[in-house]
């Protein structure tokens, strides 16, 4: 089979204005950004707003493995199927970060047959949107120690300054830093460090923003440090929001770009589910709600990360829950959840196929029974998997009454998936629907960490650190008590510890450190060793990465 | 008179294809960003490069002062009016880096009457070549301290790190850092620090490249760090060239745009003229002279540091020569040099105005004669200039035998550019081209920096500290012995000292420090205090800037 770029470069793309046009959009919509992509207008939404939504049908998976689990690909693949079938739909993705193309993950523009086009441009600065993010980021930073320096009329501790800077990038030298050495001229000497943007507060309202006059209030409202009495000082104090949001004004606009079969895609907004909320933009997600009847999107890593985010704290912004949930698995996925070292994935095991089921099962459990939500569960297939490892699985999910459908959309495209589709299509027209969150905004901030951490990570308990606690109970008094939590997590586990596979029991959440996205509007909380800035690999993805003199793009997958 | 963003915005702009095709140009040489900015193929440069060049107006100025000279709005004006007289002209001009638009300068695309258009874009993201820059810039600095973690098989010196980081911000607190701190996790403590990105030896490589071989050469040969045993390590060494390639695939493809009266524009590549060599890219250029009978392009700051560096490093690489130059001054600026105080440039002044022309007859006296172009004075009209003043500097240049036209294109566009536009053409068709470089390749690099600062700046004598002695030393045995110098070095004075005003004398120059760009192909000399990342003054110009629900952006300047 060709590589990922290699399909990608053999397609023929159709003009954006085409895509436009299968989606409902005129011209006018549309600011071309070269021939295969574009921006779309906010003006669509509003234009829209009375018709009825779509069909949401959100992606997740189960807990990640270096098996890999096809969640991008089954997105795009589903989509391409729906399409095959007739149906008007469109697919709603993240934007991918520089971080992990250049570092150990690669692109992240789907796989195989079921891509998003154009993967190369996708991949790399797309349209600018990330690095929109980081601009808006730093120059709030630069503008808030340049205050300190130039007399501090606000009284800003500089020990107590919040606001780091970002970069969109895997730098591991970045996260601990002192800034301002060198003597008076250089400013003075503080404490800093950076996120790789995608952890941006700015990249979460992106995301979570319905607006211009939206985005400002939320700009205006990140918490950025505290004063020398214990006072918050917010970005609007500073007077930076409005040069924020003028360096916003495009991003805040989706990206419309096409899957391999020419269905309509929003690419827009790209936090980690990791180590932010996970999910692509809610502008993005309702347009497509109202120009489709289908809308596919999907969150980052697993159901517990990027699915829990989107239940918890998405769902209650834009007021739309999914309609049906796809939770991908792979045989090797699982056979790895069960035990199975990375160099004898491809043999047939059925016993670590079945030890695996239990990180599968407490994912169907989650979404199905607690969050209430109908489910599909796509067998994402790899050339090693057996028909006997395959039919286990079967009939595995057809032993707890799950609908269950072999998925071949790397190898086959849209083809690839009609199973899947049409199992989507029957579960949305059979299948009852009894959507709540897990969690009531009215308990304390630290009952909800509680309640996501036993009831979906299925930890015994959650241990605070005294500096998380003192934080809630500060973040608390300042008014934020209300506000939903992203829990920052490793992505290799239900629990915080990376090396526990399957479904871990008998251990507890440890809280390091809690923060506020007040502007965002959800209460961060970070878990275990999860970093805000990776590290690249001792040979980063970049190195394999290069371009001939007529512009042909190698080694980027 | 409307703010130059009022008149911007009450511009119709024509689309972008039209202007595309005035230039020559067809739809398949054009990626359209948006419906006013594309960038144009490198192939169309390759499809003319048999056809004769056009002539090439460069544009510069007086030593810079607060009272302002106006040499952008001159280049766009004397574009305006060329085309005004039926001539088939187009414009060339750097990009604007955000560093200045949110400092103290405020925006780079000419005022009043004569801008480029879309003056918001063009002076925010715009097509998003500076951002690649910085990406590709600190992707190797990771890649580099990464290898170094990550055992160090090259043996690098960690003391001996060349390669900082970049930031397109005014943040003086990056300057000076140390990075890797809290622990084996976190790498290791070494000491970094923050260029602004239009310093990155890969913005001057952008400008100075003529393609994606080329581009791909000039990249590898950065020189970043030393080993152990004092061998130098190149950015190929870390297998980093075809990712930062890939980075940069888009940048290298000049930007065109449309300046107020509808002439075709390149804007392209962004280095400044104190701390880098202060050109647009010779791809835009080259291709420009190609597309038209006329092409203006502008240097940045005086002719001292601008043209300076077109003189004697770009007209090297191009092998094109400016066939006449414009010199911008303002009697508000010549009264500056003639010791007058900010608050009463506006009162008339004869006598200061005499006594600042000896800034602008320093600068008449390199150009002219020891450069050997032809030369227009252009007197940038302000509404404070008294008739008077203007008569006294049309008088001084005409018994010093040089051209001089009153220019009025701030206030009337191409109209009030008819007379410079028309010294222009006269000089072009009756004026003795001599252009000869101030210095020959083959002198030493101390010597190369002593003709510079004695014949241009007309220094005394250079004053190189141990560490520039040792360096020059160190890259002459490595054999970057016939590199032309850049020197860098305050805007504001012909010295190295800003206070110094007019035309000093009696003051010796002192080099700091010297560095190797061997991927862009010179050898930077640092002088006096020059920073190579600014700071923010008090009140960012970013404190003004907002935009409203409809989009409408204002304090953008």
Not at 6 to 11: G, S
Not at 261 to 287: C, D, L, M
Not at 467 to 483: C, D, H, I
Request: hydrophobic residues 40%.
């Amino acid at each position: 089979m060709l590589s990922d770029i290699e399909i990608a470069q053999q397609a023929k793309l159709q003009l954006i204005s085409e895509i436009a046009g299968k989606a409902g959009l005129s011209e006018d919509d549309l600011e071309p950004y070269g021939k295969y992509k574009a921006k779309v207008s906010l003006d669509v939404y509003n234009r829209l707003k009375d018709k009825p939504n779509g069909k949401l049908v959100y992606v997740t998976a189960v807990t990640p493995t270096p098996a890999g689990e096809g969640k991008t690909c089954t997105a795009v693949g589903t989509t391409q199927a729906l399409g095959k079938l007739g149906k008007n739909v469109m697919l709603c993705l993240r934007e991918p970060s520089l971080g992990p193309t250049f570092g150990v993950k690669g692109g992240a523009a789907g796989g195989g047959y079921s891509q998003v086009l154009p993967m190369e441009d996708i991949n790399l600065h797309f349209t600018g949107d990330i690095h929109a993010v980081t601009t808006a980021h730093n120059l709030l930073a630069a503008m808030l120690e340049n205050h300190i320096v130039k007399g501090n009329k606000l009284n800003i501790d500089p020990t107590r300054i919040i606001w780091k800077r970002v970069m969109d990038m895997n730098d591991r030298q970045l996260r601990k830093i002192v800034v301002g050495l060198g003597g008076k001229a250089n400013g003075m000497p503080l404490e800093s460090g950076f996120d790789i943007t995608v952890a941006s507060e700015i990249m979460a309202i992106l995301c979570l923003t319905t607006g211009m006059t939206d985005l400002k209030k939320r700009l205006g409202d990140m918490l950025v440090a505290y004063t020398y009495d214990n006072k918050p000082v917010y970005a609007r104090d500073l007077n930076a929001v409005g040069a924020m949001a003028v360096l916003l004004k495009d991003a805040i606009k989706p990206n419309l770009v096409q899957t391999l079969e020419g269905q309509p895609a929003f690419v827009h907004g790209g936090p980690f589910a990791n180590i932010a909320h996970g999910n692509n933009s809610i502008i993005a997600t309702r347009t497509a709600l109202k120009l489709a009847d289908y809308v596919v999107t999907e969150g980052g890593f697993a159901a517990d990360l990027g699915a829990e985010k989107f239940f918890d704290i998405v769902s209650r912004v834009i007021d739309v829950h999914p309609d049906v949930v796809i939770l991908v698995a792979s045989i090797r996925a699982l056979k790895s959840h069960g035990g199975v070292d990375k160099d004898k994935l491809s043999e047939e095991n059925i016993d670590a196929l079945a030890r695996g089921c239990a990180n599968l099962d407490q994912h169907i459990d989650n979404v199905h029974n607690k969050y209430g939500l109908p489910l599909v569960v796509a067998i994402n297939r790899f050339p090693s998997d057996t028909e006997a490892e395959i039919e286990f699985l079967r009939q595995h999910c057809n032993d707890i009454g799950i609908r269950v459908a072999l998925s071949e959309v790397v190898a086959k495209g849209g083809e690839g998936g009609i199973e899947l589709a049409q199992q989507v299509i029957d579960a949305l027209e059979h299948d009852e629907n009894n959507f709540k969150p897990i969690y009531d905004l009215d308990l304390p901030l630290e009952d909800k960490i509680r309640v996501v951490a036993k009831e979906v990570y299925r930890a015994d308990d959650v241990v605070f650190s005294n500096s998380a606690a003192k934080s809630l109970k500060t973040l608390t008094q300042l008014g934020y008590g209300k506000l939903p939590v992203c829990i920052a997590k490793t992505q290799m586990s239900f629990s915080d510890d990376p090396s526990l596979k399957g479904a871990p029991r008998g251990w507890k959440l440890n809280v390091r450190e809690v923060k506020a996205s007040a502007g965002a509007g959800f209460i961060v909380a970070l878990a275990g060793d999860i970093m805000t800035m990776p590290g690249l690999p001792a040979v980063p993805a970049a190195e394999k990465v290069d371009i001939a003199e007529d512009g042909t793009i190698t080694g980027l997958f």
